[in-house]
Every structure is written in structure tokens, then in C-alpha cells.
């Protein structure tokens, strides 16, 4: 059976993959992980490269990317797979994060379309690296968009060993609903170590119908700094801070299910009273207000099939969905309504008296709520400096 890794272990191989952008002497990872040189021989491990951005040539750079390493001591025969984020000098890295358009991924079914280039990039070397050998396990360790592409190579990679362990941290979601509900079942919930701060706005994208793994399970939310959607909860010493020598168990989790959707109807009648508490740049309100989004989609019906072409496609489809909300009852209706509402309020707005919710005014409202969310996303990917 295999021995996962620790938070703290798992936590410092995901910050020591930054180690090797442009170094190219794993000595450097070695001295960033000092909890898992032990357990991996690191100085003997491969450097991985990998390119980012758009297709052009002219637009994309390949840098270091992380690395492999192979397991000594007790841990001989397992395998290490770590995998950095995005980096501040990089705007082609930017760029990757700021597709969001959807691929046919690893496992046939939608991811993101920037992520999974990025994961094809470095998988001809991972997969040279495990020629001619059959890991007792594999573990995989990535930090933001480090955490969605090591989503995909696990995806690649999960009949190339008997074990497959995946940790994450401030990911962003990396494929659809379907696709984080078939990697949860061939993985196996309790295999994905997903962790994250409450007022990271990374995790909080790319929007619907993009989904975390493990899907409808488990994750270890831990608190962030302060009560506003930061940029330093993205920080990767900040999540070492966070985890600290507690085991996975000892984290705080937040719990998966319907209770969590549901209570968003309650939420949005609260906060669209007035009577609730102030939500503008709120990471809490930020949490519940996608929540909700994926609630009232989930009471339609017809959220899991949407088709992910691009950013301006999603947000349209996403209004022509809940505005199909509004025409089917007046329950509904007011759901949206309230949901309008305190989508408003985050961004310190009103929503003015007397204004009919048509399928274009909500696609206004979305159009703004996902450019917030993205500014802030980008100034948190920004400060990944060392």
C-alpha cells in the first residue's frame, strides 16, 4: 500500500520545482525540499522543461519546469513528479493561464485547453524517465498552474503505476465537471490531496463548468491571510506557513455535498435583503456567490453539458442558462435575481431599481464578476517571485 507524502514534504517539493526555472542544477531543488531528500534522491533527479503561451512560436518560452526523482530508502521504486507555477517574469506563462478555452484532454473528456498544452510539453521526458520501469507508486506535486497541469499528467499517467497520489496547491481547476468526476473515481478521493487557502483566488478559476478534483469530495481549506480575496494566500510560503508539521488528517477539510450548494439559496435571500454582511471583496462572498452559480445551473438541468470554446462563449452561455432559469419559475427567477445582486455587491455596486433580468443584462453582470476575479487571479500569479 502506498505511504502518501506528507503536507509538509508535499509542500516543499511544490515550492522547490520553482528552484529550476532557469537553474538547471538540481542541487537547488535538493536544498528546497529538505524534507524529502531523504525519501527521494533529488540531486540525481531530471530537470523538466516545458513551454507556455500561445501557439505562435514567436510567443512561447520554454523554461524549467520542475523535475523527476526517484525514491531511495524506504521508498525505493517510487517515482516524485513535481511541477512549478507560474512565475512573475513570465508573461507567457500569463498567457497560458489566461486561455480558457477547452481540448479533448488525456482521458477524452474537456480540460483546459492552456493547462493541458503545458502538461504535453513535459510528458515525452516524464515518460522517458519511467521507460523500462514499473513504479510502485507515483506521486504528483503541483502549486497553482503547477497544481492544475500536475491534474493532467496524473490523468496521463494513472495505469503507469500501481499507486498514484496527486497533491495540489491553490490550483486552478484543470478540466469540466465530468472530467474531475472521472479522475476522482480512477484515482480514488482519498489519493488527491487538494489544499488550498479561503481567500486564494486562484482556486476560484477558471469558472463553470470547470471543476476541482476531487470532484464533489473533500479538500483542505485552510484559513488565508485576512478576510478578502489576497494575493499573498497564493504564495507557496504561505501555504508552508499553513500546514506547518501537521499530518493530512490534523488539516482543516472543507466538507463536500449537497449541503454546502444548498445553503447558497439562503445566502443569496440574506445578502440580497440588505441584511447580511458586507461581501464587496469578500473572499467568502466570492466562494458562495460561485457556489450558488453552480447550485441554480444544477436546478436547471442543463449546467454539466455547457460547451467550453472560450472565455467570451462561456459567459454567454452561462446568461443564455440562467436566463432559461428566469423563463422556467419564479423561484428560480428570484435565485437569479438575488444572485445579480450580490454579484453586484462584491464589485461595490447596486443593483438599480426597476431592472428587468434579461439574458444580456446577466451576461453584463458576469462579464464584470469574471473580470474581477481574473484581475485578481493575475496579481496573485504577479507575486510568485522569489
Known amino acids: 500500500m502506498t505511504t502518501e507524502l506528507s503536507p509538509a514534504q508535499s509542500a516543499e517539493i511544490a515550492e522547490s520545482a520553482y528552484a529550476l526555472r532557469l537553474s538547471t542544477d538540481m542541487l537547488d531543488a535538493a536544498v528546497a525540499a529538505p524534507r524529502a531528500r531523504a525519501a527521494f534522491d533529488l540531486m540525481n533527479g531530471r530537470r523538466l522543461t516545458g513551454t507556455t503561451g500561445l501557439g505562435a512560436r514567436a510567443l512561447q518560452q520554454t523554461t524549467g519546469f520542475g523535475y523527476v526523482a526517484w525514491g531511495q530508502g524506504s521508498r525505493q521504486g517510487e517515482c516524485l513528479i513535481s511541477v512549478r507555477g507560474t512565475f512573475k517574469t513570465s508573461a507567457y506563462d500569463w498567457i497560458t493561464n489566461a486561455r480558457m478555452a477547452g481540448c479533448t484532454g488525456p482521458s477524452g473528456f474537456t480540460v483546459h485547453a492552456g493547462f493541458w498544452a503545458a502538461a504535453q510539453s513535459l510528458l515525452p521526458q516524464i515518460r522517458e524517465s519511467l521507460r523500462g520501469r514499473t513504479p510502485s507508486a507515483i506521486h504528483v506535486v503541483g502549486h497553482s498552474l503547477g497544481g492544475a497541469i500536475a491534474t493532467l499528467i496524473a490523468d496521463s499517467l494513472s495505469g503507469a503505476g500501481s499507486g498514484m497520489q496527486l497533491y495540489t496547491f491553490g490550483a486552478p481547476r484543470a478540466g469540466v465537471e465530468l472530467h474531475a468526476e472521472y479522475l476522482t473515481h480512477r484515482l480514488g478521493a482519498a489519493q488527491v490531496h487538494r489544499a488550498y487557502h479561503d481567500t486564494d483566488p486562484v482556486p476560484m478559476v477558471p469558472i463553470h463548468p470547470y471543476s476541482h478534483v476531487p470532484y464533489k469530495a473533500n479538500a483542505y481549506r485552510m484559513k488565508g491571510p485576512g478576510k478578502l480575496v489576497s494575493v499573498g494566500a497564493h504564495l507557496m510560503p504561505e501555504y508552508i506557513r499553513s500546514v506547518g508539521d501537521a499530518g493530512w488528517a490534523a488539516l482543516p477539510v472543507q466538507p463536500a455535498g449537497p449541503g454546502v450548494l444548498a445553503s447558497a439559496e439562503a445566502w443569496l435571500e440574506e445578502v440580497a435583503s440588505g441584511a447580511g454582511p458586507g461581501v464587496m471583496l469578500s473572499a467568502t462572498a466570492l466562494r458562495m456567490i460561485l457556489h450558488a452559480l453552480d447550485w441554480i445551473l444544477s436546478q436547471i438541468g442543463k449546467g ?80 510568485l517571485s522569489r
Open 304 to 383: 454539466i453539458g455547457l460547451a467550453v470554446l472560450g472565455g467570451a462563449t462561456i459567459i454567454d452561455s452561462l446568461a443564455q442558462l440562467l436566463y432559461s432559469g428566469v423563463l422556467q419559475s419564479v423561484r428560480l427567477a428570484g435565485m437569479i435575481r438575488n444572485l445579480m445582486v450580490a454579484a453586484l455587491r462584491f464589485m461595490g455596486r447596486t443593483l438599480a431599481t426597476g431592472v428587468s433580468i434579461t439574458a444580456s443584462f446577466i451576461q453584463y453582470v458576469l462579464g464584470m464578476l469574471f473580470r474581477v476575479i481574473s484581475t485578481v487571479a493575475v496579481r496573485a500569479l504577479d507575486a
